[in-house]
């Protein structure tokens, strides 16, 4: 059974947070209330069941405001989100070693963690003509159809059915985090030069109508697309490296259409009969019919989901398990020892550079999903057997 909860609004001039979980930390509460007090909020502020502390907005809040945009809200990874494709494969195609060797092919294929490449895609180079006035910068160009860091990854998975998938997440990497970032401290200079005080600096906004609201527009406008090129570009290598492996044992291997959604970012929308600006951060949008990826960790379960259109929701949903543990908190507590154990039978890094993504420091994927039933109906429940990290 889903489970909601409404905080109570503390006054009149605050709006209700309706909250897809029973386990809230008090840090992520006090963050969701000092967002409701904003007088532009619309309606209420919506938190899915990963919810968790974040800078400014909390991850896992749908925040729905009019005439008003808050680049916090968004967060520093503008156009973070997923990207899946379902290939004829099973496991019995694979050979022993097969896994291996296609990990350390991906790896050699798609740069990892700060790695650029060192000759631009064709794709890239489309990308950046296709966005001239902008000016991408040549390191922004090299980066496109790389990973990045942290908890992006790239996972092959089956599904109940035996069907191998291709599973990546992954964002707008160095270009979209200086975006953001600029205009976060625009708006908090913009709040200070306006003497208008806000409960956390970090919720600074611009208004509508604004030199600064269309630049930035402007610019998550650019980074948006360029996160979902981004993942675009790293499906075809990867589908490149499994057609190459297979095209040698004279197997043609076929792929479905690619799901590709954003978790990060905005939209204009309307919700309740009103046009209103939406700010998922750490969440996906679940219309009725959106095919969405919710991803746990890289010794979980990972799902396909189909949006049931929940309008308390803003047509939202979870963007995967949520931490339980910061980054530090969790090298502090897991061993080495401990993610070989969690990642048992899955062709991955082992060491401690990706303690931090150890299982245990994220959230019950099970719990998230089976509290967010409401929500979305899954479509395929997902295995990792390789995993690529940043």
Not at 345 to 370: F, T
Request: net charge neutral; hydrophobic share 40%.
């Amino acid at each position: 059974m889903p489970v909601k909860q409404t905080l109570a609004a503390r006054d009149s001039s605050c709006k209700p947070v309706l909250v897809w979980t029973d386990q809230l930390e008090e840090a992520a509460e006090r963050q969701l209330r000092n967002i409701a007090t904003l007088p532009f909020v619309f309606k209420h502020v919506a938190a899915m069941p990963d919810v968790h502390l974040g800078k400014g907005a909390t991850v896992g809040s749908v925040i729905a405001t009019e005439k008003v945009v808050i680049p916090a809200a968004v967060g520093v990874d503008i156009g973070c989100g997923m990207a899946a494709i379902r290939t004829d494969l099973t496991s019995s195609d694979f050979k022993e070693g097969d896994v291996r060797k296609l990990r350390q092919s991906i790896e050699n294929s798609v740069p990892v963690g700060f790695d650029s490449r060192k000759t631009p895609l064709d794709g890239a180079l489309t990308f950046a003509r296709a966005h001239r006035s902008h000016g991408l910068s040549q390191k922004h160009v090299s980066q496109l159809g790389t990973l990045g860091g942290g908890n992006h990854f790239i996972e092959l998975c089956t599904d109940e059915l035996d069907r191998v998938w291709i599973v990546l997440h992954s964002g707008s990497r160095n270009l979209g985090n200086t975006l953001a970032s600029k205009h976060i401290e625009k708006a908090k200079k913009i709040m200070q030069q306006s003497k208008i005080r806000l409960a956390d600096p970090d919720l600074a906004y611009f208004n509508e109508g604004t030199v600064e609201f269309d630049a930035y527009v402007s610019d998550l406008e650019l980074a948006q697309s360029y996160a979902m090129e981004n993942r675009r570009l790293m499906l075809v290598e990867v589908r490149s490296v499994i057609e190459q492996m297979f095209t040698a044992r004279k197997r043609e291997v076929t792929f479905s259409e690619p799901i590709n959604c954003h978790h990060n970012y905005m939209s204009w929308e309307n919700h309740f009969g009103t046009d209103v600006i939406v700010t998922r951060k750490g969440a996906i949008r679940a219309r009725e019919g959106d095919m969405g990826i919710i991803p746990g960790s890289m010794g979980t379960k990972s799902y396909i989901v189909r949006g049931k259109g929940s309008v308390e929701s803003f047509h939202s949903c979870s963007h995967g398990a949520g931490r339980n543990y910061s980054r530090t908190k969790a090298k502090q507590k897991f061993t080495v020892a401990d993610l070989a154990a969690q990642t048992e039978g899955v062709e991955c890094r082992k060491d401690r550079g990706v303690l931090d993504e150890i299982p245990s420091a994220y959230k019950n994927i099970e719990e998230v999903m089976a509290n967010q039933s409401d929500l979305v109906e899954i479509v395929a429940t997902l295995k990792q057997f390789m995993c690529v990290k940043g």
